[in-house]
């Protein structure tokens, strides 16, 4: 083999090892943002997987200019991944025992007005709250579930998520302010200790 082929075939695995271990480096952060879109802590391991294999499928085809490139473009596998997932359950005929609101009614609605209030995540945050967000974010309508999930979990601007969810910037506004409401209401009125006795019941029922 001549020499030239010999550097370009190490090169390129140099590239692929490096790539691997910057995928390998967002794990954490993807199956943040997993525990938002789906409920079922093993339903977020999956969503995760099928998100590691896409991106590492892609081999020499990845290129990014930075680290925040490549955060977004993982995002954006996971997001199509959800997608695929709850349209498949919305289309099966035997139907899924992960219940999903209705579609975002309200995708056109623009709200202009900068929401500057805490967010319900914020205002929670000292509580041992982990399961009450997990569902409070399994209730949101799915499309406003993605958003929500991007902005309060991701920490990704407006413009960071019309870019990975492929929406118009109005209406990313308007799916984020309609699922801060609807968190609002659920986790405001949420108490600790009857989270705490439906997990007991349930854990007595199935006993």
């Known amino acids: 083999m001549a020499f030239p082929d010999l550097r370009r075939r190490f090169n390129a695995r140099q590239r692929r090892a490096r790539f691997e271990r910057q995928v390998e480096a967002q794990l954490p ?33 990845a290129r990014f200019e930075n680290e925040a490139a490549l955060r977004a473009w993982l ?40 929401n500057t209030e805490p967010s319900p995540l914020k ?9 009450a967000i997990r569902h409070a974010f399994s209730l949101l309508p799915p499309e406003v579930r993605v958003v929500s999930v991007l902005f309060l979990v991701g920490e990704f601007s407006y413009r ?12 990313v506004m308007s799916r984020l302010s ?22 007991n019941g349930e854990r007595s029922t199935h006993s």
């Open 29 to 61: 952060a993807l199956m943040q943002i997993a525990s938002g879109l789906v409920y079922q802590p093993a339903d977020a391991e999956d969503l995760v997987h099928d998100t590691c294999v896409k991106a590492l499928g892609a081999g020499d085809a």
């Open 75 to 114: 995002r954006q596998i996971m997001v199509n991944h959800y997608r695929d997932r709850y349209r498949r359950e919305r289309r099966s005929p035997v139907g899924s025992n992960r219940t999903h609101a209705a579609p975002d009614d309200y995708a056109n609605v623009v709200e202009l007005v900068a």
């Open 123 to 131: 205002s929670i945050e000292d509580r041992d709250s982990s399961s």
């Open 160 to 171: 960071e998520i019309a870019a990975i969810t492929e929406s118009p910037i109005g209406t």
């Open 178 to 199: 309609r699922g801060r409401a609807m968190l609002r209401e659920r986790l405001g009125a949420w108490d600790p200790r009857n989270e705490a006795g439906r997990e």
